[in-house]
Each structure stands twice: as C-alpha cells, then as structure tokens.
C-alpha cells in the first residue's frame, strides 16, 4: 500500500444518456466488474426493470435515474397521439418502474414526481408534447441535481475525515451508484483529492460482492490506499483500533434517523457503537423518506436463494439449501454519529420529518 494521495479525480460513470433523435441510454454492467468493463444499452422500460433487478445497474440513486431516463426513452418513441392515452401509459410505465426494487426510496421519490406531472398533463388539458417535453426535462433535471448533490456531500462528508484517517466502507457507494461521484465514496475521493493520505478498509459485502468488485476498483483507480476484508472481519478490524470512523451510504433514511442500508451495515454500526468508533451515513436528501416515521416500516427486499448458495458464480452450498436472504437491513439512528446530506451535517437526535428539515 502508498500513502500517496490522488491530485486528480477521473471516474467510470454508472450510466450515459445521449440526448438526441432517438436518444441512447447505456449503462455498465456492474455484474461483469471490475475484470470486464462493458456497456449495454437500455432501450425502454422492460429492459431497464430487467437490469435494475439484476444489479446490472445499482446504487440507490443511480437506480432512480436511470429509470427515469428509461421512462423518457419509452415515451418518446411511443407513437401514440390520443392524449389521455399517452399519460395512462406513462402512468403504468411509472408503477412498472418503481416495483423493480422496494428498499431503496430514491425511486419511489423519483416516481413520485412523474405522477405528479402525469397528473397536472391530465388535469390541465395540455399538448401532449407537453407530457414528453416535461419528462424529459424532469429526468434530466433529476440527473443534473444528483451529479450536483454528490459534490457537495463530498466536500461535507470530507469534513468529518481527519488527515490520515482510517476508514472502514461498505458495500459500493461510488460513481457507479449514482449520477454524480458517490455518496460516501465521494467523502473519500474528495478526502483523497485533499491529500489527507486517508485509508479504506472495503468490506468485500457479501452475497453480491460490490465492495470486492466495485468499491476496490473505484478507490484504487482514485489512487487512494485500500484494503479488501471479509464482511466477517468487520467487528475484529473494528475492535483493533485500526479504524477512525466508518462512512458508507444509504438506501432509505426515516424521519428519526433509521437508516436501511445493504445488509452487514447493522453489525458494522453496533461494532461501531461498542468500540466508540464514530459511525456517519453519507446520502443525498432524495434517500429520505419523511413518511415513514421508524425503520420498521422499511419494506426490505429479500433476494433469490442462488445468491447466497454460491459465491461469484459458483455454487458452494447444497443446491437445496434453503436459504433467507434480506438484502438490506436497518441501523438505528441512535447507532449513527451524523448523516451527512447535500443540506448539511446532521446529528441526533434526528428530525427528517417535513417539519424539521
Ligand atoms: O443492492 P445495492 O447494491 O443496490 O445496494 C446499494 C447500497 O446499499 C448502497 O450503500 C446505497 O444504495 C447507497 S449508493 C450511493
């Protein structure tokens, strides 16, 4: 390992949208990361529910992004001329999207703000180039704010990281999750990019392996000195005193604080607790979800028994095994020594509801 700080930050966007007549939508595969580095194109919504589900395109506020460019590209090219027509089929497109995946909320959030204009199309009598010239705006708009967002919650969340700090992650909140240069990740490119000769501890984030496969690649590709553990290494790493604080990202923050996250962030943030590490979550103001007032409603998606049977693509338990496998699980804000969002550090007791943000 170097102590060697990045000076220059060049990262491997999640997805491209190329504007035009018609306009292209690709994303990398982060399934075929970090050894093949492939593109594949998205050329409507069946296609972006199919990638979204296998991970071909993940990260909380990625997915939300690229579903709405996915919901640009199929209304654009639909031929449909019959109005009322054209905004139930946005509408169906919208529901179709937003149950791809359950936990995280930026897609909800996103969606939720297509049926508002699907509404307003249908309520105020418009053209229906409004409709496409209004989604395309929306997505686009959605696009540029989280490219914006992940900026400042890298300057922000850089505050919190002294000079040569050592900092456990998890899972993969980098480029590839979202629009921008990450979440928690990007704390640490900018921290990097700052010279403060930081170290990262990547938990490899059993079953999916995204920080293996992806939070490695992205932090030594920014020159920034990485180690790669088990996920069972966490707690003992943690109790070492080899680490200074813990940063990782989020799909859904509540109004008191709860926070899901992918499955593991409960047991690092409980070591955490116990051996006074502090502990920050990194997100952009669209992981909020100031309905829910405590985490036991997040709805937790759980995923197909292969993932947890095999291991990279190889099978390794019995292949009857029966198997449980929640992909996320939820932190206690009580457990979280800040949340870092575009709007400022927050620590608890925390108050997302609308009245306190
Ligand atoms: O199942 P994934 O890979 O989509 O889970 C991703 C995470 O849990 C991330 O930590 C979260 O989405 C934040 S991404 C900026």
Redesign the pocket.
């Known amino acids: 390992m170097t102590d060697t700080a990045a000076k220059t930050l060049s990262v491997v966007r999640g997805f491209r949208f190329e504007p035009g007549h018609p306009p292209r939508l690709t994303v990398v595969d982060q399934r075929a990361l970090p050894h093949t580095l492939k593109e594949i194109p998205i050329d409507g919504v069946e296609r972006a529910v199919d990638a979204i589900r296998a ?1 071909q395109v ?6 939300a992004i690229v579903a709405a460019y996915a919901l640009q590209l199929e209304i654009e090219r639909s031929p449909e001329t019959d109005a009322r027509k054209l905004a139930e089929l946005a509408g169906r497109y919208v529901e179709r999207l937003n149950s791809s ?1 359950p ?2 909320v ?1 897609l909800g959030n996103a969606m939720q703000q297509f049926r508002l204009l699907i509404a307003r199309f249908q309520s105020e009598d418009r053209p229906i180039a409004w409709l496409r010239e209004s989604i395309a705006a929306l997505a686009g708009e959605l696009a540029e704010a989280d490219e914006e967002i992940c900026q400042t919650l890298g300057r922000l969340g850089s505050e919190l990281i002294p000079r040569g700090a050592r900092i456990l992650t ?5 480029a590839l ?2 629009a921008g240069i ?4 990007a704390a640490l490119f900018t921290a990097g990019m700052q010279g403060k000769g930081i170290r990262v501890y990547a938990t490899e ?1 059993r079953p ?1 392996l ?1 920080g293996a496969r992806l939070t490695t690649w992205e932090l030594q590709r920014a020159g920034i000195d990485t180690a790669l553990i088990t996920d069972s290494m966490a707690a003992h790493v943690l109790s070492s005193g080899r680490i200074d604080l813990v940063m ?4 859904r923050i509540v109004a008191n604080g709860d926070t899901a ?2 499955i593991g ?1 409960l047991g690092i943030a409980l070591a955490a607790h116990h051996y006074g590490v502090p502990f920050y979550v990194v ?1 952009p103001s669209t ?1 909020l979800d100031f309905a829910l007032a405590s985490g036991d409603a997040i709805p937790i ?1 759980e995923r197909t028994a292969d993932e947890v049977r095999g291991f990279g693509g190889q099978a390794v338990s019995p292949l009857d095994v029966p198997v449980y496998n929640p ?2 699980d939820v932190t206690p804000g009580d457990l979280i020594t800040a949340i870092v969002t575009e709007k400022g550090i927050h620590r608890g007791p925390y108050d997302f509801s609308p009245r306190g943000t």
């Not at 993940?58 to 997915?63: K, N, T």
């Not at 990450?182 to 990740?185: E, I």
């Open positions: 991970l993940r990260g909380a506020p990625a997915i995946r936990t995280a930026n998890h899972c993969n909140t980098g999750a979202t990450g979440t928690a990740l984030t999916l995204q990782v990202g989020a799909d996250n992918k962030t997100a992981t998606e992909a996320f």
